[in-house]
């Protein structure tokens, strides 16, 4: 429900703040007092482009803003697919700066104008003798017939399915791609891979063998080596043991006298234990030294392959080389787990799928066995608005496939003269028939579930007498079920009003500014007097107004 309209520095308007209380409120005044500026401000507050030419003052900043109560619109699911806070109050501000620079805010926060267009068709419906946001929309014309079918919480549980559906399509289509872009590269990381767990990859593994291909290259040295050293040591009559062991029994001999010479005695018993012990290590050491020829050949191999491979990844150490090999596994598993992934949200998809067309048969079954009703419904409402000519039909198509309304392609069909061909309502229908067509859908489908604002822009064109009492009676009868602002010229229908405001100019400054007030009692059947004579109103269009709002309940 439209509860506030503030205006500033938009047209003929100054500024402006108008309480919109519910019901039905009509909006009266002389032609070219402002009534239109009304609906064009509120326009750019729902989304529409800014004009600078709209502005009263060219210096100044125009604003419009239009607070909204939402308790009774479900409007969740939006508020989460456009990632906004949710609110069931909320505030559409639009700001036009000097240089022509807008802005939009929705509850004090910026956003996107598209979000705010896509939004405003959920808050507000404006009807115009030139403009139908609604009628010819297949989703409206759908959603009529859900209405009248009771059909609306399977839609409901229709959409949730297939905004399930939609997102897990969209799912596979990304991972499909993921997949057929690793499918490319898979042999080459493959290879990569392979090449890398080939060789001994480990810390240190590139110093240990280049110290095993030293000792290989120079084996036959270090035996040489090794074997004279512990001879040196441990061999032949002149060797170093043997000359310890005159230097310990000299010593010995000494250690009585003096503490000193046992701390002698002590080292070099330590020395001649450790050349034994070394002597002995190196002939352990000299015996496991092979001159092999082969295995000198085949560790050089693995260092030339070690060093192909730093050099190929451009790294510095095998560390970085495990690394890099850990880094191609995790990809090879990735892509074995994307297969999985995708077997696994193909078979979800296929369950959705038949989730979401189980559903579409119950809904387009519910909603064809509602077709003629509706058509009768209809038929008859324009029947009473004295279009007795007139003839509504809804041509349906079953879609091969369930798309975003489910399996139904729907058209509502309209003649509004006889020997005139049905045909869409754009082509065939003026904008006063157009008017009173929209009038008895919304009047019928405000009877089944909650609706958005609607505004009727002159209805009442091209019409008279008894039809505009009935348009007023409908339009009021509306206002029961739903918020309806209804701006006219009628009598009928201004006297049908909850709610009468009343759009009028004055010459303020040498500029004339528009204003809006709300009417009660007495200046309310004075207005509506005026509205039933030329000129100054008489006593009798005095009465025989106050007879018509005396008659508004009725």
Same mark, same amino acid.
Do not use: W
């Given at each position: 429900?439209?509860k506030?309209?503030?205006?500033?520095?938009?047209?003929?308007? =100054?500024?402006?703040?108008?309480?919109?209380?519910?019901?039905?409120?009509?909006?009266?005044?002389?032609?070219?007092?402002?009534?239109?500026?009304?609906? @064009?401000?509120l326009?750019?507050?729902?989304?529409?482009?800014?004009? #600078?030419?709209?502005?009263?003052?060219a210096?100044?900043?125009?604003v419009?803003?239009?607070?909204f109560?939402? *308790?009774?619109?479900?409007?969740? *699911?939006?508020? @989460?697919?456009?990632?906004?806070?949710?609110?069931?109050?909320?505030t559409?501000?639009?700001?036009i700066?000097a240089?022509?620079?807008?802005r939009?805010?929705?509850?004090?926060?910026?956003?996107?104008?598209n979000?705010?267009?896509l939004?405003?068709?959920?808050?507000?419906?404006?009807?115009?003798q030139?403009?139908?946001?609604?009628?010819?929309?297949?989703?409206?014309q759908?959603?009529?017939?859900?209405?009248f079918?009771? =059909?609306?919480?399977?839609?409901?549980?229709?959409?949730?399915e297939?905004?399930?559906?939609?997102?897990l399509?969209?799912?596979?289509? !990304?991972?499909?791609?993921?997949?057929?872009?690793?499918?490319?590269e898979?042999d080459?990381?493959?290879?990569?891979?392979?090449? #890398?767990?080939?060789?001994?990859?480990?810390?240190?593994?590139?110093?240990?063998?280049?110290?095993?291909?030293a %000792?290989?290259?120079?084996?036959?040295?270090?035996? /040489?080596?090794?074997?004279?050293?512990? &001879?040196?040591i441990?061999?032949?009559?002149?060797?170093?043991?043997?000359?310890?062991?005159?230097?310990?029994q000299?010593l010995?001999?000494?250690?009585? &006298? !003096?503490?000193?010479?046992?701390?002698?005695?002590?080292?070099?018993?330590?020395?001649?234990i450790?050349?034994?012990?070394?002597?002995?290590?190196?002939?352990?050491?000299?015996s496991?030294?092979?001159?092999?020829?082969?295995?000198q050949e085949e560790?050089?191999?693995k260092?030339?392959?070690?060093?192909?491979?730093?050099?190929?990844?451009?790294? *510095?150490?095998?560390?970085e #080389?495990?690394?890099?090999?850990?880094?191609? @596994?995790e990809?090879?598993?990735?892509?074995?787990?994307?297969?999985? %992934?995708?077997?696994l949200?193909?078979?979800?998809?296929?369950?959705?799928?038949?989730?979401?067309?189980?559903?579409?048969?119950?809904?387009?079954?519910?909603?064809?066995k509602?077709?003629?009703?509706?058509?009768?419904?209809?038929?008859?409402?324009?029947?009473d608005?004295?279009?007795?000519?007139a003839?509504?039909?809804?041509?349906?198509?079953?879609l091969?496939?369930?798309?975003?309304?489910?399996?139904?392609?729907?058209?509502?069909?309209?003649?509004a003269?006889?020997g005139?061909?049905? =045909?869409?309502?754009?082509?065939?229908?003026s904008g006063?028939?157009?008017?009173?067509?929209?009038?008895?859908?919304?009047?019928?489908?405000a009877?089944?579930?909650?609706?958005?604002?609607i505004?009727?822009?002159?209805i009442?064109?091209?019409? *008279?007498g008894?039809?505009?009492?009935?348009i007023?009676n409908i339009?009021?009868?509306?206002?029961?079920?739903m918020?309806?602002?209804?701006?006219?010229h009628?009598?009928?229908?201004? =006297?049908?009003?909850?709610?009468?405001l009343?759009? &009028?100019?004055n010459?303020?400054?040498?500029?004339?500014?528009?204003?809006?007030k709300?009417?009660?009692?007495?200046d309310?059947? %004075?207005?509506?007097?005026?509205?039933?004579?030329?000129?100054?109103? /008489?006593?009798?269009?005095?009465?025989?107004a106050? @007879?018509?709002?005396?008659?508004?309940?009725l």
């Open positions: 429900m439209l506030r309209l503030y205006i500033s520095n938009f047209a003929l308007i =100054s500024e402006m703040d108008v309480a919109f209380p519910g019901k039905l409120t009509v909006i009266t005044g002389e032609t070219g007092a402002g009534k239109s500026i009304f609906l @064009e401000a326009a750019l507050a729902l989304g529409k482009r800014a004009d #600078l030419l709209a502005l009263k003052n210096a100044k900043k125009c419009v803003e239009a607070e109560e939402t *308790s009774d619109l479900d409007l969740l *699911s939006f508020f @989460e697919e456009n990632d906004l806070e949710f609110s069931t109050g909320i559409l501000r639009r700001e700066s240089d022509g620079k807008s939009s805010f929705l509850n004090d926060s910026l956003v996107n104008l979000v705010l267009k939004l405003s068709e959920k808050l507000i419906d404006i009807h115009s030139h403009e139908t946001l609604l009628l010819n929309q297949s989703d409206f759908l959603e009529v017939m859900d209405a079918a009771g =059909s609306l919480d399977l839609f409901k549980d229709y959409k949730h297939y905004t399930k559906l939609s997102k399509n969209a799912e596979l289509k !990304n991972l499909t791609e993921q997949e057929i872009a690793a499918r490319k898979l080459y990381y493959k290879f990569l891979f392979e090449e #890398l767990e080939q060789v001994d990859l480990q810390a240190g593994i590139i110093k240990q063998l280049e110290e095993e291909c %000792t290989l290259e120079n084996a036959e040295t270090i035996k /040489t080596n090794l074997l004279n050293a512990a &001879y040196a441990n061999g032949g009559e002149q060797n170093l043991l043997g000359s310890l062991n005159q230097v310990k000299l010995n001999g000494l250690t009585k &006298y !003096n503490k000193r010479y046992q701390e002698f005695f002590e080292r070099v018993n330590s020395t001649h450790e050349l034994k012990e070394i002597a002995s290590e190196m002939e352990d050491a000299e496991l030294v092979d001159v092999d020829k082969s295995r560790v050089n191999e260092l030339d392959k070690l060093n192909r491979l730093l050099k190929k990844h451009n790294v *510095s150490n095998e560390e #080389l495990v690394k890099i090999k850990e880094e191609i @596994e990809k090879l598993v990735r892509f074995t787990s994307l297969e999985t %992934t995708i077997g949200l193909s078979k979800q998809i296929e369950r959705c799928k038949n989730t979401c067309l189980k559903l579409a048969k119950q809904l387009s079954d519910k909603r064809q509602t077709m003629a009703a509706i058509e009768k419904e209809v038929k008859e409402m324009l029947l608005l004295s279009m007795e000519n003839v509504f039909k809804i041509a349906h198509k079953t091969p496939e369930p798309g975003p309304n489910g399996l139904d392609e729907v058209s509502f069909l309209f003649s003269n006889k005139q061909e049905l =045909s869409a309502l754009q082509k065939v229908a006063g028939e157009l008017s009173r067509l929209m009038l008895s859908i919304k009047s019928l489908l009877k089944r579930k909650k609706l958005p604002t505004i009727f822009d002159e009442d064109t091209g019409v *008279s008894d039809v505009a009492d009935k007023g339009l009021a009868l509306m206002g029961n079920h918020q309806v602002i209804t701006i006219t009628l009598p009928q229908i201004a =006297s049908k009003g909850a709610h009468h009343f759009v &009028y100019k010459d303020e400054a040498e500029k004339t500014v528009s204003h809006i709300e009417l009660h009692n007495d309310r059947v %004075t207005e509506i007097a005026k509205m039933l004579s030329t000129g100054k109103p /008489t006593q009798s269009a005095l009465v025989n106050k @007879e018509l709002l005396s008659m508004k309940s």
